[in-house]
């Protein structure tokens, strides 16, 4: 038998957001910081610009994140690391740039999908993702721009990359 | 196969005192339509059929059930109308779920004579028609379920004045027109499903009040315009405390 009494109120917020496959335009509003109980937000298949918003990273409950196939630009942050639970990160068909930055060791480790293909990032894929590939995490699919004769980003294939695609604005089929 | 009639006499007989008949779910040997003898069981507050495989209509001599609070026909192969006139007579009730069957039909203005309905389940089926504005004089309407149906014409705005709806889902339909601004007056609302409709128009601010909504699902429509950044406010201090002390 257990007493359990608690004054305290419960925070409620909201945990699935799902507003892909429209027309909507423009930047996606920074304004998650307070969702903490947001697990699964999907705004692909808009037509958003702007940034990928950080205080979505600030969402400690966050476990898929599907920004796919919007017009987004700047580089990824380097919060993106930060969520525990992440499990789904979708960031491809963008118009993103600069390097994947590179994650401490502990992090990400329930992600299992890393999508970042058909964008214009660069640089080579940090090891402490590939090392998420096999027994250092969960890491079942990672794609990018690692295909052709001149990689967009240098990714081992199979062994980091298990996809590659020739980015550059090449239309994904 | 048992027969229903059977059942149904069985537990009633030989004094009519049972205020609750609930047929075992998944029985496949439980095939065949709703006999009439139902009318028998004057007391019955809760006729529960769910997940089973009763088909035909609703018997008409349901009407007489004029105790009834729950009528679950859910999963079976029910046919004809979704809500028979039958159905409509039965002002006890609170909850009507007769969701995935084959029933056709539209939803009548006679709706609002459900008075004290909290669960309408509808989803599942292939009702036509629109929605009726008459819905929101049902004003103690928590869950509304009318996804995956062949419903048209608009979300009615007058949905906004039921002050406790909680869950409303009218996902897989072809609804079309703007999703009102006035839907987002109902504060209760905790789950708002409308994805894959024709919805169009923008998201209305007024969504930032629904400081409770925990499920917004607008996917597949043809909304445009921008994110509203009121969607942060989602998550402001609920007015529900921690629990009650608890032995």
């Known amino acids: 038998m257990s007493h359990q009494h608690s004054s305290a109120p419960i925070l409620v917020s909201t945990e699935n957001l799902v507003v892909s496959n429209n027309f909507l335009a423009k930047q996606i509003p920074d304004v998650f910081q307070n969702l903490n109980r947001l697990n699964y937000m999907d705004v692909s298949n808009n037509l958003f610009t702007g940034t990928i918003p950080l205080s979505i990273f600030q969402t400690r409950s966050i476990r898929i994140l599907y920004f796919s196939n919007n017009t987004l630009s700047g580089t990824i942050p380097t919060e993106y690391s930060q969520p525990l639970f992440l499990t789904n990160l979708f960031l491809d068909g963008n118009v993103l740039t600069g390097t994947v930055p590179g994650i401490a060791s502990g992090q990400l480790q329930q992600l299992t999908e890393l999508l970042l293909e058909f964008n214009f990032l660069n640089g080579t894929m940090p090891s402490s993702i590939c090392s998420l590939r096999g027994g250092g995490g969960m890491l079942a699919a990672l794609f990018s721009d690692c295909g052709g004769s001149s990689p967009q980003i240098f990714c081992e294939y199979p062994s980091c990359c298990n996809r590659c695609f020739e980015g550059g604005g090449v239309t994904k089929a | ?247």
């Open chain 2, 1 to 247: 196969m048992t027969s229903l009639a059977f059942i149904i006499k069985l537990d009633c007989s030989p004094v009519c005192s049972v205020n609750r008949f609930r047929l075992p779910t998944a029985n496949n040997n439980l095939i065949g339509s709703l006999p009439n003898e139902i009318k028998a069981i004057e007391l019955l507050e809760r006729l529960e059929l769910y997940a089973n495989t009763v088909t035909g209509t609703l018997p008409t001599t349901i009407s007489a059930l004029s105790n009834l609070i729950l009528l679950d026909v859910e999963q079976n192969l029910l046919t004809g109308v979704a809500i028979p006139s039958q159905v409509y007579n039965l002002t006890s009730l609170l909850a009507y779920r007769a969701s995935n069957n084959i029933l056709t039909g539209t939803i009548g203005s006679d709706i609002q004579r459900l008075a004290l309905i909290q669960q309408l389940w509808l989803s599942t089926n292939e009702i036509r028609g629109s929605i009726p504005t008459q819905l929101a004089a049902c004003s103690d309407l928590e869950y509304l379920f009318l996804y995956e149906n062949l419903i048209v014409g608009t979300l009615p705005s007058e949905l906004g004045s039921l002050e406790i709806l909680n869950d409303l889902r009218v996902y897989n339909n072809t609804l079309q027109n703007t999703i009102p601004s006035e839907l987002f007056q109902a504060s209760n609302l905790q789950s708002l499903r409308v994805q894959f409709n024709f919805f169009s128009g923008t998201i209305p601010t007024e969504i930032g009040a629904l400081t409770s909504l925990t499920d917004l699902q607008i996917d597949s429509n043809a909304l445009s315009g921008a994110l509203p950044s009121e969607i942060g406010n989602l998550s402001l201090l609920g007015k529900h405390s921690a629990g009650k002390l608890t032995e």
